[in-house]
T-cell receptor, first 112, second 112 residues
Framework: QQPVQSPQAVILREGEDAVINCSSS?????VHWYRQKHGEAPVFLMI?????EQKGHEKISASFNEKKQQSSLYLTASQLSYSGTYFC?????????????FGQGTTLQVKP | KAGVTQTPRYLIKTRGQQVTLSCSPI?????VSWYQQTPGQGLQFLFE???????NKGNFPGRFSGRQFSNSRSEMNVSTLELGDSALYLC???????????FGPGTRLLVL
């Protein structure tokens, strides 16, 4: 049931773009994205509730394709501060548990 | 509002011992979840408590247990520690109607 994130790791130069994917084998009600900087707690970035929904947060945005049970996180014109591990958390449709199942994480390193 | 707090921040134990970790949620949050984080495994869900009752449970052995008090503070206990229990243990609180997780700084446990 754990969603699969790809890639596992990515290295960028400042100003470059990146896409992180989150794919589930189960139908999803919502997808949450979190970022964890080294030595810190994961921090909530955004939630996507409807299929096709896109949300933005500064230069970080995300989309949710309900039919494909996938979500993608887009980081444009990356900054050094974007470095960290990104997790998607999925809420499975019909589970009624209100529980999030997290992917294994994607480590992003932005270099000057 | 104060964030989620966890104590202690660091622990070193030996195999066979037991350990108790503590978590105080954000004021007003009555749901508390516990996660184990190890390199490459992402965030593995342990259990969730709401109103002093365990609402959800992950796939961990019975050595892992928890409880929640009437003030929503929660404790997690691991008995008969094994080397593989070395990890960062994160606590997160949330509102019942919203699964968005607000994480604490974690307790880093090292089992020797």
């Amino acid at each position: 049931q754990q969603p699969v994130q790809s890639p596992q790791a990515v290295i960028l130069r400042e100003g470059e773009d990146a896409v992180i994917n989150c794919s589930s084998s189960k139908a999803l009600y919502s997808v949450h994205w979190y970022r964890q900087k080294h030595g810190e707690a994961p921090v909530f970035l955004m939630i996507l509730l409807k299929g096709g929904e896109q949300k933005g947060h500064e230069k970080i945005s995300a989309s949710f394709n309900e039919k494909k049970q996938q979500s993608s996180l887009y980081l444009t014109a990356s900054q050094l501060s974007y470095s960290g591990t990104y997790f998607c958390g999925t809420e499975i449709k019909g589970s009624n548990t209100g529980k999030l199942i997290f992917g294994q994480g994607t480590t992003l390193q932005v270099k000057p | 509002k104060a964030g989620v707090t966890q104590t202690p921040r660091y622990l070193i134990k030996t195999r066979g011992q037991q350990v108790t970790l503590s978590c105080s949620p954000i004021s007003g949050h009555r749901s508390v979840s516990w996660y184990q984080q190890t390199p490459g495994q992402g965030l593995q869900f342990l259990f969730e408590y709401f109103s002093e009752t365990q609402r959800n449970k992950g796939n961990f052995p019975g050595r892992f247990s928890g409880r929640q008090f009437s003030n929503s503070r929660s404790e997690m206990n691991v008995s008969t520690l094994e080397l593989g229990d070395s990890a960062l243990y994160l606590c997160a609180s949330s509102l019942l109607v919203d699964p968005t997780q607000y994480f604490g700084p974690g307790t880093r446990l090292l089992v020797l």
